[in-house]
């Protein structure tokens, strides 16, 4: 997970920096810090936390394959094709 990709999924949600705070445990300073300069240099249960709340709630994290990384909401479970 990148900075841009943890701003990417924040705004898909349409969540705060406090309301993803709230949802994994971490402190919104904390939050902040990784949007900015990007979570790696948080501990690593830091960066499953924030992830792990953004996937739980739909977002899936797309690897960087050459055409650069990326996010997206997962059609919820019984939608149509």
Do not use: H
């Not at 841009?4 to 898909?12: D, E, F, G, K, S």
């Not at 990784?34 to 240099?41: A, C, D, F, I, N």
């Not at 249960?45 to 977002?59: F, L, P, R, S, W």
Request: overall charge positive.
């Amino acid at each position: 997970m990148e900075a841009t990709q943890m701003r990417a999924a924040r705004a898909l949600l349409g969540w705060t920096q406090g309301e993803l705070a709230k949802r994994s445990g971490v402190s919104e300073p904390t939050i902040k810090r990784m949007e900015l300069l990007g979570p790696g240099r948080s501990a690593g249960d830091t960066i499953k936390a924030v992830q792990k709340a953004m996937e739980n709630a739909g977002v899936q994290f797309i690897p960087e394959n050459g055409g650069g990384a990326g996010v997206r909401l997962a059609k919820p479970k019984g939608a149509a094709e």
